[in-house]
């Protein structure tokens, strides 16, 4: 039984389907009542083997949910304001492992050869250019197939998407709002009462409700570890509005502001923005005003507020029941990880599915590695502000001064003192997006690794060089986003 | 950076861990830094006792570019494909091999497969499916073909080899390009007085060798890291309490097993590791439950063959270095900490030992980043072997005062909830993907009779007659696949055996 019907909720239904074949009862309740939060998606590239999974078909999907491909992020005025850097998908050179690649690059600038370090990325490239095409590429030996990428697409059209592929495949859709969870002795939800007094029993519950956390949180009265702290954003308010730019851009922008940032989420006819603050820093009419006075073309909704605080779930699974999405936790969408962390939650489900006996050692398990995923990821955004150089508000001040969680402070110092970038287990970000923020936000090591002087100087050199170069070619041959999406999906972009 | 870069390296100690830093240090730095000098006394004995491996090792000699056939040549070695553990499980003799169990079925991992036949009256035994178990007891051998899809690519191997030849062989290695050996015995160390670094080593007879990276490969001593560093030493003999070993080689009496056996006695285990010419045996025990005179009776009346001397004892306690590196020394080996054999482990250890040194590659900066790095990550590796090795005792069966101790102390959290999680799933949580991951702790917990209350039921979406076809097919191809290889010992003569005569007499041998 899953509670709550936005993306987490199709997401969970349409997997179960997928993968549990009709072999138990699939029950989705939600409340056209209750809006979802949904609002202009931004995905990372694991969302394409969510797809596979599904055996949604790409076109089809783009189609449905007026999809833009997205190849990574623009920071924007993060480190000081006038200065920008891209955060692109997938890995730095072509088929060289990261240590030896950041050996390189950082030798290289520190003998004076700065070049950004998206050129030595086929996807960073791709993007600041706005070209994209040929997924995947099938030369085994074109630079392109290391092109790495996500989409970004319309929320609220992607949950009905999602809807119609799990209602064929024997998800049974309640239409009702929940008001009452029923606790058993042991701890175990026995049912949920609806609003029209029907009641609905289950022997697993997934709650994927939203920030009201109907089960886990009202129900079962699970905590909320709270990392507001480290990220004090609180608020968002986001619009639609008309594309001011005539090319798509296949990228996310992030743009740094006085109290937060400004998302901005390109879609086949209009573009999604949002304003994340803090709200002890700025009132949320100042914001909403900000957010209007810096959109690029017609607004084409009235602004929406949401509310939020940054943390997780003390334990996403108790008992009978799991939760997915906001109701597991929240993390700002700095880097888009909102839909990937619906998504691994899946996998773990899958992995450690339950029976009725629910032994809470499979629960704990659960648990453990969703907060190792959560506070790898938390670690990984909080870096954005702890290192902008931004001091020209209060809120500014605070992210420089505050102090950072120990794990953070434990990676942050290693690189920056020895230039090693620390793999921990169940990390969502690996070393070449650690190594995209810190050189955009302008923090170096004073060492690059031995390992590239031991392998030799020349023939490295010549190696890169023409790495550098082949991925430059097939770049320029790629045509531009928009293009393609039309030719890929015809009609999509006028 | 070049201004302030390593010139000299001192080693102390040869036994395996020096003379194997030695190596690898003059292979992958030697060009950066002026001199490599090893320090060792050919007055103090090594610990090289038959020595088993892991199959990391086939990685490290790559690094050096060694040449197999003539390694293996040099070191007396025969191939392992895993252990064989008796009486730890009264009811029967187990498996740890060098293969996984077969591919996933539908995502589903192939011992959940078989957890959910298991009660079938036609089922067998999860050991059929393992590649390395099943070749392993019909003595056969030969390399992995380079094909991971083929069963006959799925598996990896080991070595069982002679730790003294292993480490003259690499002093061979290391002298050829450049290393220098002094001979000496190290009386006294001298530290910086500023910032109490170490600035030589003081040889006895006036003499010292002053560097600026030290290594540390003095054995249990611990001559720099500990007496002079006092990097400290965290003891785990509550969960481990073997604390003394004899060893002896015995004369080889059949063709060696490509595998390394470890008996469970009344307290503690017995290793035998075949070599070509001969075979290592040795007696862990526990002073507290064993006297000395009786562990070395019960070794001796426990060979193959005619014992070749007089049983070595060794003392020691299982724990870990808490500063492997600190300041401007390294400790790589026993110096470094000490875990029973039970896996194989130490050669493992001073191997990831090297290769982090050489990832974290100081200067003479020696910025303390790099040694509290190094230090968490050997940590980790100490911790995750000694989890696997307490969860053999914790879950033997076996009756007697030792295990019965073990079966009822405190284990370790991690440990409890890995246990805990795979009896109520059969899901095996991995801390760190270090030394073993899933299939090895699956041959633990199910040799030892530790199974899961349920299977996957992720499994029940496959139909039970297309999933016990599938596991007969497999078990066929297994077995199959291995009794196509080689004999051991016949693939050992035609490719690699030693220079060294069979029919020596064996008082030379030693």
């Keep these: 039984m899953i509670v709550g019907g936005g993306t987490a909720g199709w997401m969970a239904a349409a997997a179960l389907a997928r993968v549990l074949e009709r072999s138990c009862e699939i029950t989705l309740v939600e409340s056209e009542a209750i809006g979802t939060v949904g609002v202009g998606e931004a995905t990372i590239p694991s969302l394409p083997a969510f797809h596979a999974l599904l055996g949604l078909d790409e076109r089809e999907f783009l189609r449905a949910t007026r999809g833009t491909f997205k190849l990574g992020i623009q920071f924007r005025d993060w480190r000081v304001v006038g200065e920008s850097f891209l955060h692109p998908f997938g890995p730095y050179g072509l088929n060289v492992n990261h240590e030896l690649f950041q050996a390189y690059w950082l030798k290289r600038r520190q003998e004076g050869h700065a070049s950004p370090l998206e050129e030595w990325s086929v996807t960073g490239l791709a993007a600041s250019q706005g070209r994209f095409g040929a997924i995947p590429s099938q030369n085994p030996s074109s630079p392109l197939r290391q092109l790495s990428y996500a989409y970004h697409l319309d929320a609220t059209l992607y949950a009905p998407f999602l809807r119609t592929y799990a209602e064929g495949r024997g998800v049974r859709r309640i239409e009702g709002e929940v008001v009452d969870v029923r606790v058993g002795p042991a701890g175990i939800v026995d049912s949920v009462g609806l609003r029209d007094g029907r009641s609905i029993a289950a022997d697993f519950f997934i709650d994927c409700s939203g920030f009201r956390s109907l089960l886990i949180g009202e129900g079962l009265k699970t905590g909320y570890v709270d990392w507001s702290q480290w990220l004090p954003c609180d608020r968002a308010v986001a619009v639609q509005c008309e594309s001011g730019s005539a090319d798509l851009a296949p990228f996310t922008q992030s743009t740094a502001r006085e109290c937060g940032w400004q998302w901005r989420i390109p879609l086949q006819h209009r573009v999604g923005n949002g304003y994340v603050y803090s709200s002890a820093h700025l009132s949320d009419d100042a914001a909403t005003a900000g957010l209007l006075e810096r959109l690029e073309g017609a607004p084409l909704s009235n602004p929406r507020l949401l509310r939020f605080k940054a943390g997780r779930r003390a334990s996403v699974w108790v008992g009978n029941c799991l939760a997915l999405g906001l109701a597991a936790g929240f993390l700002e969408p700095l880097e888009s990880t909102s839909i990937h962390l619906v998504q691994t939650g899946l996998a773990r489900l899958f992995a450690l599915f339950p029976d009725r006996d629910y032994d809470p050692a499979i629960g704990a398990e659960y648990n453990r590695l969703t907060a190792l995923e959560y506070e790898r990821v938390r670690d990984f955004l909080i870096l954005h502000y702890a290192e902008s150089q931004r001091r020209e508000t209060a809120f500014w001040r605070h992210c420089g001064t505050m102090a950072l969680p120990e794990t953070l402070a434990y990676r942050r110092d290693l690189f920056a003192r020895t230039g090693r970038i620390v793999q921990m287990e169940h990390e969502t970000f690996l070393p070449a997006s650690w190594l995209a923020i810190y050189a955009g936000l302008g923090v170096w090591p004073g060492r690059y690794e031995p390992m590239i002087d031991i392998l030799g100087g020349g023939d490295v050199q010549a190696r890169f060089e023409g790495m550098r170069e082949s991925m430059r070619k097939s770049v320029e041959a790629l045509p531009v986003h928009a293009r393609f999406l039309n030719e890929f999906v015809p009609r999509t972009v006028q | ?510």
């Design chain 2, 1 to 510: 950076m070049a201004g302030s870069a390593i010139r000299k390296i001192v080693i102390v100690g040869g036994g395996s861990a020096g003379w194997m830093a030695a190596a690898a240090l003059a292979a992958v730095v030697g060009r950066r830094v002026e001199e490599i000098v090893l320090v060792e006394s050919s007055q103090i004995g090594t610990i090289g006792v038959g020595e088993a491996t892991l199959p990391t090792l086939r990685a490290f000699n790559g690094t050096l570019g060694l040449d197999e056939i003539e390694f293996i040549r040099n070191t007396q070695a025969t191939f392992k494909l895993g252990i064989e553990f008796v009486g730890w499980n009264p009811e029967r003799t187990f498996f740890h091999g060098f293969s996984d169990f077969g591919p996933d079925m539908r995502g589903v991992s192939p011992h959940q497969a078989w957890l959910r036949m298991r009660a079938a009256e036609d089922a067998r035994s999860y050991s059929d499916y393992s590649i390395a178990t099943v070749a392993a007891s019909l003595g056969r051998f030969a390399p992995p073909v380079p094909n991971r899809e083929s069963v006959l690519g799925s598996y990896s191997y080991a070595f069982q080899f002679d730790a003294t030849c292993y480490a003259a062989y690499l002093r061979a290695f290391a002298e050829k390009r450049g290393v220098k050996r002094i001979d000496g015995r190290i009386v006294d160390v001298r530290l910086r007085p500023h910032d109490g670094f170490i600035e030589a080593v003081l040889l006895e007879g006036d003499r010292s060798v002053s560097g600026d990276l030290f290594i540390d490969c003095s054995g249990f001593a611990g001559l720099l890291i500990e007496r002079a560093l006092q990097g400290g030493f965290e003891d785990w003999s509550k969960w481990l309490p073997c604390d003394r070993a004899f060893a002896v080689p015995c004369a080889r009496t059949g063709e060696p097993t490509p595998f390394t056996r470890s008996t469970a006695r009344e307290a503690g285990w017995q290793w035998r590791i075949p070599l070509q010419h001969r075979t290592g045996n040795g007696y862990v025990f526990c002073s507290h439950y064993l006297g000395e005179d009786e562990a070395a009776a019960t070794l001796l009346a426990n060979l193959d063959g005619e014992a070749l001397g007089a049983p070595r004892l060794l003392k020691f306690t299982a724990g870990r270095r808490r500063e492997c590196w600190k300041r401007n020394c390294v400790a790589l080996g026993l110096a470094s900490g000490f875990l029973e054999p039970l896996e194989s482990t130490s050669i493992h250890l001073v191997e990831s030992g090297i290769g982090r040194l050489v990832e974290l590659f100081p200067d003479r900066g020696f910025e303390p980043k790099l040694a509290e790095e190094y230090n968490r990550l050997m940590a980790r590796s100490y911790e995750s072997i000694r989890d696997f090795i307490i969860l053999h005792y914790y879950a033997s069966r076996r009756d007697g005062e030792l295990w019965r101790y073990c079966q009822n102390m405190p284990i370790p959290e991690g440990l409890r909830h890995q246990i805990e999680l795979f009896k109520a799933s059969g899901t095996v949580a991995l801390y760190d993907s270090g030394a073993f991951v899933e299939p090895s702790w699956i041959s633990i917990y199910f040799g030892l009779g530790v199974f899961p209350r349920r299977h996957d039921p992720m499994g029940d979406l496959i139909a039970e007659t297309a999933l016990k076809r599938e596991l007969a097919r497999r078990a066929l191809i297994v077995s199959g696949a291995a009794q196509s290889l080689p004999k051991h010992d016949a693939f050992i003569d035609k490719y690699c055996r030693a220079n060294r005569q069979l029919d020596q007499p064996l008082s030379s041998l030693h």
